[in-house]
C-alpha cells in the first residue's frame, strides 16, 4: 500500500489515462525556425495548412493581416510530460477588435500523446501525434527529418535537410525573446474533439506569450518534396521556406499560463 505522501503527489490522469501536466511548463530544447514568404491579407491558406476537423475553428475569429510565416522544429529533452518532438505551422498574423494581435498555430504534430492533450487542454494547441524520424550523415553534418503518419511511417508528409553554412555557422549569438515583446504572442482559438479522447476540445480562447532565451546561430534549410516543398500538400503546407534558417541551442522556454477569454471577435 502506497504511504500518505505518496499518494498526495501521486500524479492525475486524465479520462484517457494520460497525466494531467497543468501550465506553465518549464522547458529545454533545441529547435529551428524555417521562415516563410508573406501571405497577403487576402491570399488563401495553402492546402495542408490545418487538419480537416480543426480548419473552421482556426480560421475563425479575428482577421487575418498576413505578414512572414514559419515553420518549426522543436526537439524537447526536458519537459513535464518527458522528451519529446514537434513540428508547427504557422501562417502568420491576426487581429482582433480590442486591440490584440497575436500569431496563431494552424498544423502541429508531435511524438507523443501526453504533449498532444496536455497542449490541447492547457493552451489550445492543435496538437496530433505523428512518427519522427531524425537522420543525420556524420560525413556533412546535414541532419534530415521526416514527419509520418502513425499508421503509414514510410509515407511522410513533412521532409526537410539541414545544414550549416561555412563560417556563418560558426558564430552563436545569445537571444532572448523578450526584445519581441507581443511580436511573440500567441492567440488561439477553441478546438473541437477529436477521434480520440486525447485530441481533447476546448471552450474559451487562450492568449499567451512563451519565454524562451537560446543561442541562435544561422543554417540552410532544404524542403524534400518537389520543387523544394517540405510538405505534401495534405498532412503538411507544401510551402517552399527561405533558404536560410535559424538553429536555437541551449534554449530554455517558459510556456506561462494563458489568459483565457471567452470569445474573441
Known amino acids: 500500500m502506497a504511504s500518505e505522501s505518496q499518494s498526495a503527489t501521486a500524479q ?3 479520462e484517457s489515462g494520460i497525466p494531467v501536466a497543468p501550465a506553465p511548463w518549464d522547458l529545454k530544447a533545441r529547435s529551428w525556425i524555417f521562415v516563410l514568404s508573406p501571405l497577403s491579407k ?3 491558406f495553402p492546402a495542408g495548412w490545418a487538419a480537416p476537423y480543426q480548419a473552421e475553428a482556426l480560421a475563425g475569429g479575428g482577421e487575418f493581416i498576413g505578414g512572414p510565416g514559419m515553420i518549426m522544429v522543436v526537439s524537447y529533452t526536458e519537459t513535464p510530460v518527458g522528451p519529446y518532438d514537434e513540428v508547427m505551422y504557422v501562417p502568420g498574423r491576426w487581429k482582433y477588435a480590442d486591440g490584440t494581435t497575436g500569431t496563431r498555430i494552424t ?3 508531435v511524438s507523443t500523446a501526453a504533449s498532444m492533450e ?3 487542454r492547457n493552451w489550445n494547441i492543435p496538437k496530433q501525434v505523428a512518427s519522427f524520424s531524425f537522420t543525420e550523415d556524420p560525413a556533412t553534418a546535414v541532419w ?5 503518419p502513425l499508421d503509414a511511417p514510410s509515407a511522410p508528409f513533412f521532409k526537410v535537410s539541414v545544414g550549416r553554412i561555412p563560417l556563418l555557422s560558426s558564430f552563436r549569438i545569445p537571444f532572448s525573446s523578450k526584445i519581441l515583446g507581443n511580436l511573440n504572442t500567441l492567440v488561439q482559438p477553441p478546438l473541437p474533439q477529436g477521434s480520440s479522447p486525447e485530441e481533447m476540445g476546448t471552450e474559451k480562447w487562450a492568449v499567451l506569450t512563451p519565454l524562451m532565451k537560446q543561442k541562435l546561430r544561422f543554417t540552410k534549410v532544404k ?3 518537389e520543387d523544394g516543398k517540405v510538405g505534401d500538400g495534405i498532412g503538411f503546407p507544401a510551402v517552399v521556406p527561405w533558404g536560410l ?15 483565457w477569454r471567452d470569445e474573441l471577435k
Request: glycine fraction near 6%.
Open 42 to 44: 487576402q491570399a488563401n
Open 12 to 14: 492525475v490522469l486524465s
Open 245 to 259: 534558417a535559424y538553429q536555437m541551442e541551449d534554449v530554455v522556454m517558459d510556456f506561462v499560463v494563458p489568459e
Open 223 to 225: 524542403g524534400e518534396f
Open 107 to 109: 498544423r502541429i504534430y
Open 118 to 120: 496536455n497542449g490541447r
Open 144 to 148: 534530415s527529418l521526416a514527419v509520418s
